[in-house]
């Protein structure tokens, strides 16, 4: 091969590889914040965790933020049709008790609060991830 036609491969080449890092898919990944001390509650506060934002990995990386967080997360899984396609995080309080809804939202970073009074479900709080939610590095 001529110089020209190595010098035409390797330009090719580097586009390519550029355009692959540059058209590449944007995963919902961020950096996680430093690990933070949190003291316990007045009582145990059980969750359920919903994948509602259709984020991969977001159920089990909330799970683990809350479990981080002194609450007891008991249920995860991917949120019905009803409840899916939302955007924001959203806070459920099942039983009335508000205890362990404030340490949820600061280890989640943001979120809705609403009451929905459901005496069949066995938790505290279903805490539904929307589509805003990120997973942080390393969960």
Known sequence: ?????????GGGVFLLLLAVLLLR????????????????????VTIEV?????????????MLL???AGLD?????????????RDRNQILVRRGDTTGVGRALDALGDGEVVT???????????????KRFRVPKGN
């Open 73 to 85: 997360v008991v249920y995860v899984a991917n949120a019905d049709s009803a409840l899916s396609g």
């Open 116 to 130: 929905a009074n459901d005496p069949a479900r066995l938790v505290d709080l279903t805490i539904l991830l929307g």
């Open 50 to 62: 919903l994948n509602s934002g259709g984020v991969t990995g977001a159920g089990r990386a909330g």
């Open 1 to 9: 091969m001529t110089s020209r036609r190595w010098l035409w491969l």
């Open 25 to 44: 898919p944007r995963s919902a990944v961020v950096e996680r914040p430093a690990e933070r001390r949190w003291e316990p509650l007045d009582r145990r």
């Open 66 to 68: 809350l479990r981080r």
